[in-house]
Every structure is written in structure tokens, then in C-alpha cells.
């Protein structure tokens, strides 16, 4: 009787859906059954390595490790206001993995970094110092895995990643000439790009260059009595910079806004067809370059670890000298001339 009520017992236990190390996982999470099964064949790795490549780990202890820790999933975790992939809490322990993040390492070619996270985590429950994975990458090294660099992998987006990271920006939008720059204010067709540096996660600084091309039928600013078709394009090269706000939220932590402030340089040109009652006059294109500064809001969504979308604003404003000769005209009026951009980017991390 007493070996019947033995078993039952065994059998309720090995039946608990959250028990530490148990591939079971944790109230049946899948989740939490394929990160704790990555574990035990990472512990099977390291049983196989030389002594000498095991950097100071214990395997028994790795051991107890897996066994005694409690793992549990969620969506999204948040640290210091940046996503991550897990977290881990060696006197509670407990390790609570993403499973957004998870998922992006499940392809084959990602064996190598599902290990370097799992035994970074266990051996943070460890209380072994792998805060760089400088311990973890060399165990997965000597394994002799299938391997994807860390450094490519985990960092995630340039607004996430601690360290300075460049990215590339393509934008195309609507664009619209303020002032006297344009008469016929017709709206025009924007587009441009743009490569960025981060110092951090708030801040980076970046150099754009786009062009905005806009024609419609305008008025002579010489005679008001006669029209014409009028086509402006504007060429801006732009050194600026941004800061943006983190938000930390589990959901919310993909969006970032952003200021942006910048100067540089607009190569301008227009070009005037005139009408004179049936006979066509076409006027000369005629250019100039002029210094100008811009500023801006706008916010970027996470799609995925390197890519992201954008919408941005951003009002540009052009220091048109007086004696500038605008189709051989001095008109004072250009010195108010600008230029608002409202755009849609893609960025992707270099």
C-alpha cells in the first residue's frame, strides 16, 4: 500500500506544470520547455570539453543550475528602460526569458546564439561575471557549433543598443515651399537618405541629403498679370542631430520619438515657363546655394531586431539673400523662403 502511495506521489510531482529544470515547462509553456531543453544539451556540450576549455565553470554546479531554477516566459521584458532577452535573479532562483525574442533565434543557423544565451543566463544564477559573454561565447566556441556572432545578434536596435551603432535611413514623402520660395505652393514629391551614428541610446548624429521637386502654375512675381508653369527643386545636405525618448513599457518600448535639429547647405533651382496670351516664353533655369537650418519631430516603430519604420516632420529654413538675382530679378522677398517635409522612412541597422 505504501509503494502504491509512493508512486501516486512521484507521479503528481513529475505532473507539475511549473517545476524548475522540468521540460515540461512552465504550465505547459513551449517556451519554457525549449529554452530549459537548450540548457541540458548545452550541458551536455560542455561534459564533452577539456577541463582547460571550460573557463572555470563547474559542470556539477551548471548542473544544479538548471535543475533548481524556476523559468518563466512573458512577451516582451524591459531592463532599464531597453528590451531584453532575458533576465535572470540568482538568489530568487528564477530566469524570465522574452518570447518575442526567443522566436528570432529559431532559426537553424541560430543553435550557436540560443546557447550563448542559456548559459549566459545559468551562469548569471551562478553569480559568475559573463556580463560581456566573454565566458559564454568561448564555451559555445570550443562546442564547435553552428555559430552566429553575438555582437550581431543581441544588439537590437540602434535606440536599444548601449553602444554606438551605425544605421541606414531611406524616406520618401511630401514636401511643400513656404514663404516666396514657391507662389504656387503646389505640394511636391520628397525623398532622400540618411546614415546615422549613435553615441547612445538617446543620442545620434546623422548626415541626410534628399530632393524635393515641385511644380504648378504660378504667377509672375514681376507682372501679377501673367502665369506660367513654375517647377522648383530643392537639393538640401543636412548634418544634424536627434535625441529620443525611451519609453519604458513592454509594449510601448518599440516606439521611440525623436527631436531633430540640423544645418547645412540647400542647392535650389527654378525654372519658369511664362504664357503671353498663346505664345510660349521659356525662361532659363536658374540656380543658387544657400545655407539654411531645420528642425523637427517625429517617431520610429520596431518591426523587427533591424528594422524599423518612420513618420517625421520636419520644417527646413533657407537664409535666401536679399541680392540674390532670382531669374536675373532682385527680389527681396526670397529672404523668407522655407520648406516643410512631412516623410515615411525605413531604417535598418548597418
Keep these: 500500500m505504501k509503494n502504491k502511495l509512493l508512486c501516486l506521489a512521484l507521479l503528481g510531482v513529475f505532473s507539475l506544470p ?11 509553456d513551449a517556451y519554457v520547455s525549449d529554452f530549459i531543453q537548450t540548457a541540458k544539451a548545452a550541458l551536455e556540450n560542455l561534459k564533452a570539453l577539456p577541463t582547460n576549455e571550460l573557463e572555470g565553470v563547474n559542470v556539477d554546479t551548471f548542473t544544479g543550475a538548471i535543475l533548481n531554477t524556476e523559468v518563466h516566459s512573458e512577451d516582451f521584458l524591459i531592463l532599464g528602460g531597453n528590451e531584453v532577452d532575458a533576465i535572470n535573479y540568482p538568489d530568487k532562483k528564477w530566469i524570465r526569458m522574452s518570447r518575442r525574442r526567443w522566436n528570432e533565434l529559431s532559426e537553424p543557423r541560430s543553435v550557436s546564439a540560443r546557447y550563448n544565451l542559456v548559459i549566459h543566463e545559468y551562469l548569471g544564477i551562478m553569480k559568475m561575471d559573463d556580463g560581456q559573454y566573454q565566458i559564454s561565447q568561448k564555451l ?17 536596435t540602434p535606440y536599444q543598443s548601449k553602444t554606438p551603432t551605425f544605421t ?5 514623402g511630401m514636401g511643400r515651399y513656404t514663404g516666396m520660395l514657391n507662389n504656387s505652393n503646389h505640394i511636391g514629391f520628397y525623398k532622400g537618405v540618411r546614415v546615422s551614428y549613435f553615441f547612445n541610446s538617446e543620442l545620434s548624429m546623422d548626415l541626410s541629403v534628399g530632393m524635393n521637386s515641385s511644380s504648378g502654375w504660378g504667377y509672375d512675381r514681376m507682372d501679377m498679370n501673367k502665369f506660367g508653369d513654375k517647377e522648383t527643386k530643392l537639393i538640401p545636405l543636412i548634418l544634424g542631430g536627434r535625441y529620443h525618448f525611451k ?83 532682385d527680389d527681396k522677398g526670397f529672404h523668407d523662403g522655407g520648406f516643410l517635409s512631412g516623410t515615411l522612412s525605413l531604417l535598418y541597422v548597418l
Excluded at 553552428?146 to 537590437?156: C, F
Excluded at 519604420?309 to 538675382?325: N, P, R, T
Design 140 to 156: 559555445v566556441k570550443a562546442m564547435n557549433l553552428p555559430r552566429i556572432d553575438v555582437a550581431t545578434q543581441w544588439p537590437t
Design 247 to 329: 519609453i519604458d513599457h513592454p509594449f510601448w518600448c518599440r516606439v521611440q520619438p525623436y527631436l531633430t535639429l540640423g544645418a547645412g547647405v540647400y542647392f535650389l533651382t527654378q525654372t519658369m515657363n511664362e504664357d503671353y496670351i498663346g505664345n510660349r516664353l521659356v525662361v532659363e533655369e536658374t540656380s543658387t546655394t544657400q545655407p539654411g537650418i531645420l528642425g523637427g519631430v517625429g517617431t520610429t516603430v520596431d518591426l523587427m531586431r533591424t528594422l524599423r519604420v518612420g513618420i517625421g516632420l520636419k520644417l527646413h529654413k533657407i537664409f535666401l539673400k536679399d541680392s540674390v538675382a532670382w531669374l536675373d530679378r
Design 168 to 172: 541606414g535611413e531611406v524616406e520618401a
Design 18 to 28: 511549473s517545476f524548475a529544470g522540468d521540460e515540461s515547462g512552465h504550465g505547459g
